[in-house]
């Protein structure tokens, strides 16, 4: 069975230059997804909810594999970034932040195979964001993307980059700040740390 790296696939919306803004047009995909407020680096909630995330993902890939449907590799983290009023969103007060975290997962998981890696996972560990989460389709449109490089502290300027290039591109600003975290912090320099910033328009 043929494993299947959807970074590699999609290429184009999980590994764009890293040198310019480009406009991509992302369809509809299947995510695990949980709501949530505070500041990343600090809630509680923001932890349990990546805990439940990634044993669900990876039951569902062992699942699948061992079942003999799909082998695939399990997708990076993504989050979704606002405020109620985004001219407020700042940097400085995280713990305002609302957000959705996400992981892409194929086409072909099924209400009825997610539901069973819920229910396996949950089983194996106690996982108080397990109730929170959805499998859920989400898709963005015409969108502007960078890969950035760097601490995600200093993410700041590129972002303003992407709106400039949004507003002189004659669109608007629409929809939430979304971001793809394609490197382990935990393993990775903060300086080397690979993120693809998105932002909707019209």
């Known amino acids: 069975m043929e494993k299947v790296d959807f970074k590699k696939e999609l290429k184009h919306l999980y590994n764009p230059s890293k040198k310019e803004i480009v406009t991509v047009d992302v ?14 680096n600090t809630a509680k909630e923001y932890q349990d909810a990546l805990e439940a995330m990634y044993s ?23 989050g979704l970034w606002w405020v109620p009023d985004m001219e407020f969103f700042s940097e400085k007060d995280k713990g305002s932040w609302l957000w959705t975290s996400m ?37 963005e449109g015409l969108s502007a993307q960078i890969m950035y490089i760097g601490p995600f502290a200093d993410e700041g300027p590129t972002i303003e980059r992407i709106h400039k290039y949004i507003i002189e591109s004659k669109h608007e600003l629409r ?9 382990d912090p935990r393993r990775t320099k903060p300086e080397r740390l690979k993120t693809v910033i998105r932002q909707p328009m019209e």
């Open 27 to 40: 369809p509809e995909m299947n995510f695990l997804m949980i709501d949530g407020k505070g500041d990343p």
């Open 56 to 78: 669900v993902a990876y039951t569902l890939k062992f699942m699948l594999k061992g079942e003999g449907k799909a082998d695939f590799v399990v997708m990076p983290l993504e």
């Open 103 to 139: 992981i892409m997962q194929p086409e072909h998981v099924t209400k009825e195979d997610y539901e069973r890696a819920v229910k396996e996972a949950g089983e194996k560990k106690d996982l108080p964001s397990l109730p929170k989460m959805r499998l859920e389709k989400y898709g």
């Open 175 to 183: 929809g939430k700040h979304h971001e793809i975290y394609l490197s």
